[in-house]
């Protein structure tokens, strides 16, 4: 049972979910929008072997590394690229071999076995890390394996748009002595990068 939630879950040495109390952004997970005062099965978290649940989202692992959420996802906490509110569990992409989750107000963030870190969602005070205020609607990677540490996210000004005219565009980053490199083509920047 996390204290930030008003719900609490169980599983079986199966890995079987069962989940009860409130339910009123679909946080249990079992398709409806219905408060549960007794446990109801939670056939999408089948497999899980971590939970964490905050006030009106829940976020799962399961055995095969991937991350499963559910509830509220007004700020993209749900990590699934939309703001979509959901009932019943979905898979976040772009995370993989996480065994370790954590569900903060309207926030969420994945551990891997290797030492990666991920994390999404409301991020107006940077707590998400990655350097910057701006919501995120999938998981952005802060570490590399080992927690090795990534720069933070580039700022770009403007942030983009159609224009008419020349722009000038400015790219800083708040990481002390961090390297920019980049494309305009579309293509991933490497070191080679101009």
Do not use: K
């Amino acid at each position: 049972i996390s204290r930030r939630s008003f719900n609490g879950f169980a599983w079986t040495l199966a890995n079987a979910v069962t989940g009860w109390g409130r339910n009123a952004q679909g946080q249990i997970g079992d398709g409806t929008t219905t408060n549960r005062t007794s446990g109801v099965p939670v056939s999408g978290f089948v497999g899980t072997v971590a939970l964490r649940g905050s006030t009106n989202h829940t976020v799962t692992t399961r055995t095969n590394g991937t991350v499963w959420t559910t509830g509220q996802n007004d700020l993209g906490q749900l990590g699934d690229g939309t703001t979509t509110n959901r009932t019943s569990p979905v898979q976040v992409v772009g995370v993989d071999a996480v065994v370790s989750v954590a569900a903060g107000p309207s926030f969420s963030a994945a551990v891997s076995s290797d030492g990666r870190v991920w994390a999404w969602g409301a991020n107006a005070a940077g707590q998400l890390g990655d350097g910057t205020t701006a919501t995120r609607l999938a998981p952005v990677q802060l570490s590399d394996a080992n927690f090795a540490w990534r720069v933070a996210t580039p700022n770009l000004s403007p942030q983009g748009g159609t224009f008419s005219a020349n722009v000038i565009v400015t790219i800083s980053d708040v990481t002390s002595g961090a390297s920019i490199y980049y494309t305009t083509n579309g293509t991933d920047p490497t070191t080679a990068s101009t």
